[in-house]
């Protein structure tokens, strides 16, 4: 099929760019051995016959087929049969390419987490490190003379185009371009290259000679990838994508007809094709290898079989007291800042301000209310503490004389404020605030304590760091994120500094390559005296002399060994006060000497006494997918003593539930929350019916500083089961991201994990596939379920979750899921078979978009009108307006999603709220499960039982049963016929306290 596009791109001859040549040195070559082991004992064999997302590349003799499948290496026939590996499940190795003599497949691999260059001989020996360094480097192509191997690599501030010369292993850089540019292939005489490049001018494929002259070949508004000549040397197909159609192009050299050799009901996979002749050549597509014909518009498949073993873990989940009354530390300590004399230590606990004098051993509580005091900070002479609440409704800037308790609402803004920081004269305070049209992006702000005039500093910081002033007040710092590319989204947290004047700001960073800890009030904090800055590395505690203009002077001095967080100067910067995991101590700056700033602080768990019966029309057991009907529930202090027959004239208190359903308290099992999100963030959870969330990735202290608060009765809100900070690789995007390294270093994130009494670790993008199995080993170890963006290997290394259906990928690609939103065998395979949950977050994934253009009555409930202010419900309308047919592809999503609980997969619902409303776009994300195709009892059995138990908590948890805890909700309606009546919220049991909806209304 052929035709002519006028109207999605043009072929170009001409449009040059010059590029500088330049040699990157020599590198060091590090060795590694293909890894065999034995299947341990508790494993399972899967065969997979499909792959999602996966390349090909031909030998030379065009006999064998080199394939990625879900990060490991095979070979196999070209006329297709069983796949061998020939590189281990640990390396993460993509994109092969084969030499020109046939012997060696090149390819990029994560193991040491960077993608980097390696080599392997075909028969799995050899294996062995081509390029190194922080830097990525992708999409290798071995030159037709064997001589060097093309790349697209970050190392000079964005992609460009490499190669290694094999000889001497040097780098020459090929191109130089502000956009990005990438995957390069060579022409088959090897005297040119093309490439795919982002450039702003003119996007599309680039050719470059050995002159240095670059032409712009292709110009596209769509996504293109994956160019490769045709064997003539006059033709070039490639892939393109747009409109959620992924299909392969062919264009003639000089110009011509565009033709399209893909159908448009194929799923083309992004990657490179391979001939076997002038008319015919493999591509991947459909989750198969397809043998195609110039001139023709079908496509044979050629099968193969790959077996993978995956080792399950059996362990010994850890131990929960759900019923103990017993007074225990508080560990929610968030943001502790010394006073500048020295004497004080402020911080928020129990959702109030506390302040512990040093010498003495029990705090003193400052603020006293149901709503969130959190952040304070110390005006220069001891006299004030600034903080941030939400008693008018939103987070605002607040002040308190610390003599009268005299207290006042500095800014009452229309967005929530965050991290205020007084400056070293005190008059003024840095903040931020919330951009309300771009998630997670604030403002750095100033405000001018006698005047307040608020002045904006800098737009649209993306998750920074407490700013911290420098003793002149000419500058801020802050902890930033400064992207390596523009490609990819990832980078590292650096110092940026800000000048008050409004001058350019800049980066720097103490240690070049290596990120700061998670940009919370992990520092920078500029010393009183201006002469130094306290920071957090590799978690623990570092400081690094500057000059008044904060530039970095020599080498940085490590404080402490253990690990620490939340660092502040005492005001003669002689010494910092720091948390050294759940402890406060203070570090002498010159001889490093540290000394506990002991503290006896308690809180107990709220448990009700006495018994409580709630006499049901129906219950839906989170078992049976039929109801019990007029029953009585007996409830003592916080458990189901019994469920019997209805009894009349019971002396207890008895509910009258008799015309209603009553189910068990729902789990949301993917949303991050923050003090942001207020007080009535606690009960919003609580009137949509769900009594349990699941934090995979939070800032650990806010976390428990939430968890303690709900659990003593401070304030209303769910169980929380939660974990610290995504365990991230080297490089990094949210705020919340832990820089995680081999070692010490990583050995100190689990031991907090341990001491903080984590219900999970939550393994991110960024994390090198060899450790997470550490972190799986030692999560498990400690009876801790372990959660991952990845599938495999993680099914392998005994991973026990897998976090949302597709999402974001160190790749630029999904394993999980294509461009057409279609995944197939490998990963049905993969979850259905090694046991592990997912939490397909489908609602996230269009699924809630998809619902809301289609139902004008998803906003008609009680919850939206009493927990979403009149310019959220505006926007969530107007956005439901805009949703309809934007994601055309939405519908393979669901399809998926049905074949993985068909196939046997164990699913539970959550949403990675609040990037979409928290508790609205659950019930959207169940409401999208029946939709797909799932029945009521199935996505209602998932929202307790099933996520309970993948919670850690199936043993008190998840069911209406006798000796479970007394989650319970009581709703009008029929959810087992009609799901959205689980909106219909009447009451709410958690923990054996009952609430109605007066209670949940208000704050109290």
Known sequence: MTRHRQTRAIVFKLMSASTSIMLAGILHLTPAANASTQPPADSVKVTLTEGTNMAVALSPDKQTIAMDLQGTIWVLPVTGGKARAITDALGDCRQPTWSPDGTQIAFQSYRDGYFHIWKVNRDGSGLRQLTSGIYHDREPYWSPDGASIAFSSDRSGNYDIWKIVLKSDSLVQLTDHPGSDYSPVFSTDGKSIAYVSERATAAGIYMGDSEGKHLLFVHSKEKLASPVWHPDGQHIIFNSFAAGISQLEMVKMGGGDWQTLSRDVEDVFPFRTAWLSPTEYLYTADGQIKLGRIGTSTAETIAFTAEVTLAR????????????????????????????????????????????????????????????????????????????SDRNGNMDLWIREIKTGKEVCLLDAADNLKFPSWSADGSQIAFYQADPNAYSRSSLTVIDVKTQKVTTLYDGLFEASQPSWSNDGKYLVVSSLDPYSSRFREGISKFLVIPSDRSGARFASPVPGRSLATRGKN?????????????????????????????????????????????????????????????????????????????????????????????????????????????????????????????????????????????????????????????????????????????????????????????SGKRLGPRSFFTGGHMEGNRIYYNRNTSNVAGAQLELELGRAATLGYDMIKTYVGLPDILQKRVTEFAHAHGLPVSSHEIYPAAGLGVDGVEHIGATSRRGYSPKLSAQNKSYQDVLALTAQSGIYMTPTISLHGGMNALISGDSLFFDHWQFQAFYAEKQKQELRSAAARARGSNKTYQNIEKTMVRLMRSGARLTPGTDSPIIPSGLSYHAELQSWVAAGLSPFETLRAATQWSARQAGAGDDLGAIQPGKLADIVIIDGDPLTQIKDLLNVKAVIKNGQYLDIKDLKEAK
């Open 313 to 388: 873990d059996r362990y010994a989940p850890k131990k929960r007291d759900f019923d103990t009354a017993v007074s225990t530390p508080v560990q929610g300590i968030r943001g502790p800042v010394v006073s500048n004399s020295g004497k004080f230590v402020a911080f928020a606990a129990l959702g109030d301000i506390w302040v512990l004098e040093t010498g003495k051993s029990r705090p003193v509580q400052i603020t006293n209310d149901v709503f969130i005091d959190i952040d304070p900070v110390w005006s220069p002479d001891d006299r004030w503490l600034a903080f941030t």
């Open 523 to 711: 520092g920078p904090v500029i010393s009183p005296d201006g002469k130094a800055i306290a920071y957090i590395l590799d978690n623990v505690l570092w400081i690094v002399r500057v000059d008044a203009r904060l530039n970095i002077l020599g080498w940085p001095v490590q404080l402490t060994h253990e690990l620490a967080e939340n660092p502040s100067w005492t005001g003669d910067s002689k010494s910092i006060v720091f948390l050294a995991t759940d402890k406060l101590k203070r570090v002498d700056v010159a001889d490093g000497r540290i000394e506990p700033l002991n503290m006896e602080f308690n809180w107990e768990p709220q448990r009700p006494e006495g018994r409580l019966v709630i006499h049901a029309g129906k219950i839906f057991d989170g078992v049976s997918d039929k109801y019990t009907e007029n029953a009585d529930i007996v409830i003592e202090q916080n458990r189901i003593r019994e469920i019997v027959p209805h009894q009349p004239g019971r002396k207890e208190r008895v509910i009258d539930a008799s015309r209603q359903t009553v189910i068990p308290g729902l789990f949301e099992m993917h949303t991050h929350q923050n003090a942001q999100l207020g007080e009535k963030g606690g009960r919003l959870w609580l009137a949509y019916g769900i009594t349990s969330i699941r934090e995979p990735g939070t800032d650990p202290y806010d976390a428990l500083e939430r968890k303690e608060s709900w659990t």
